[in-house]
């Protein structure tokens, strides 16, 4: 209803700007030249500007400021999403005393003087619609008293959406008149463009992300997750246990605080290549304002991802196809590379495996005569991935998403420390995780999983059984041999029975031992 009413509140300031007036007084063989003067006359009238420099924040907020970050700016205009929103946040005032307090007490549900002994009146950062606040428990809770509380601004969240409605409306309308716009799927970029908006502010969404990494890198010593405070959480406001920390590319800040920053590079390599090629779940954002590095005593020198804000997920066959493709890489093994990708369906059918595998081999032998120093695994990793498309293939999204995310956390390594071994590090990882998969800890996942659906199949298989005998039985069945033969089957039925109940008995007793041995050696 919001987007049918800015649609609504746009086509009357267009109505009233008069567009059409505009347009029909033009000259009509000169209307170019005509407009542009025009617009120069507008710009140069001070009152006439400023009015219209009102009018566009109320009209599209998100706009607005895109508009105003690429006038200062202009070099955003190449940068990702992600970087332009990052950089527009000096556009928002932060809120402060009663506006501040009408959110908390909106969000908790009660006055905050009942959960907070203090909070931070200068916000620790200042978000695109949110603002992130210090502040200190009346009583502990899970065992924390100092915790980061960040808050979001409804009016701005909700403009945000508004606009983005708006967009994916008229990227609908663009497609029924322009046959480009739908090939380029326009309103489907456009929807995943606003998908991608309202997962930056689903709070909720970010508490659980965070809290899943939290449980997948708990026994990991070189990275802390902030422990998330569930009974503050909301859909406005989510609670972490607050750590200190100082920025990963404050080198300064970390020699300061005896912290080798050699070590935080390579760790930043492990903790992320990990994080997506053995569990699956990873930052899919990842830049230097979103690391820091922990200078509390009892975890000084850890590594902190405490921003959950965008999570991708790789399933099972693509993280095992990355995790073993990139060892058959570095091993410069080629054709089993293709082959995977022949098994992955990341080519069509009839390519030759051969023709893919020249293809990697042209692609990625230039990196490994490079000097070590040069090497770059972010790099090597993209031929890995994309390969195929001269064949007319494809990889996953996620896969991509998973690549860059590495070349990423490779950049951001070698701003730290320029001589950190990526290569060496990378190669290292995924090769101790390829032997994990391969090795007997592998084999008990797998059949872990598998026994669920065991627990199902086994159930039905004496009754697929019995017809089975049943089926033969009537086939070798004579019409002349009577009660006789049916004894006899009826007899090597039970005789099955038998054997398949003692099977199911070894399953069971088999299934136990196997937990068993997950639980007490799975680690």
């Known amino acids: 209803m919001r987007s049918r009413l800015r649609q609504l509140r746009l086509l009357f300031c267009a109505l009233r700007y008069g567009f059409r007036l505009i347009w029909l007084a033009a000259p009509e063989h000169h209307k170019l030249h005509w407009f542009v003067t025009l617009a120069s006359r507008v710009h140069g009238d001070p009152r006439l500007a400023s009015r219209l420099h009102g009018a566009l924040p109320r009209l599209a907020p998100l706009a607005a400021a895109f508009a105003q970050t690429l006038a200062t700016r202009p070099e955003l205009a190449g940068a990702t999403l992600h970087d332009a929103i990052d950089a527009i946040e000096q556009y928002e005032e932060p809120l402060a005393g009663e506006a501040l307090d009408a959110i908390l007490r909106a969000a908790l549900g009660k006055p905050p003087e009942s959960v907070f002994m203090w909070i931070a009146p200068t916000p620790a950062s200042n978000g695109w619609c949110e603002q992130t606040h210090i502040a200190r428990l009346a009583l502990p809770l899970n065992g924390h008293q100092t915790i980061t509380l960040r808050v979001l601004r409804p009016k701005q969240v909700q403009e945000v959406d508004d606009d983005a409605a708006l967009l994916c409306a008229v990227a609908r309308w663009v497609e029924r008149f322009s046959r480009a716009a739908r090939k380029l799927r326009l309103h489907a970029l456009a929807q995943a463009l606003r998908e991608d908006l309202q997962r930056r502010f689903d709070l909720r969404a970010q508490a659980a992300n965070l809290s899943q990494s939290g449980h997948q890198l708990g026994d990991d010593p070189r990275i802390v997750v902030p422990d998330v405070i569930w009974d503050l959480c909301t859909a406005q406001m989510i609670a972490v246990q607050h750590i200190d920390t100082v920025r990963a590319t404050d080198i300064a800040g970390l020699v300061e605080h005896r912290i080798n920053p050699t070590r935080v590079a390579a760790h930043l390599i492990e903790v992320i290549t990990r994080q997506a090629f053995e569990h699956g779940f990873f930052h899919s954002a990842l830049d230097a304002r979103r690391v820091a590095v922990s200078v509390e005593p009892e975890t000084q020198g850890r590594l902190v991802l405490a921003s959950a804000a965008l999570m991708t997920s790789l399933s099972s066959p693509e993280r095992e196809f990355f995790v073993h493709g990139a060892t ?101 990882t995924l090769a101790d995780i390829a032997r994990r998969d391969l090795g007997h800890h592998g084999w008990i996942r797998r059949l872990s999983q598998e026994l669920p659906h065991l627990a199902q199949i086994a159930p039905r298989v004496p009754q697929m059984l019995f017809r089975y005998f049943e089926h033969h039985a009537k086939l070798w069945q004579a019409p002349a041999a009577g009660h006789a033969s049916q004894g006899a089957v009826l007899d090597a039925w039970r005789r099955e029975h038998r054997r398949t109940r003692a099977l199911l008995l070894a399953c069971a007793v088999c299934g136990g031992l196997i937990g068993v041995t997950v639980v007490l050696f799975g680690g």
């Open 328 to 428: 058959a890489l570095f091993e410069q093994d080629y054709g089993r590379l293709a082959t995977l990708h022949h098994m992955a369906g990341h080519v069509p059918t009839h390519t030759r495996t051969e023709q893919v595998e020249a293809e990697l081999r042209t692609r990625s032998e230039a990196h490994f005569s490079a000097h070590n120093d040069e090497r770059s695994a972010g790099a090597l990793f993209h031929h890995l991935l994309h390969s195929v498309q001269p064949f007319g293939g494809e990889v996953s999204p996620r896969l991509v998403a998973a690549q860059r995310t590495f070349s990423e956390a490779e950049a951001l390594a070698r701003s730290i420390h320029p001589g950190v071994d990526a290569w060496g590090i990378a190669r290292h």
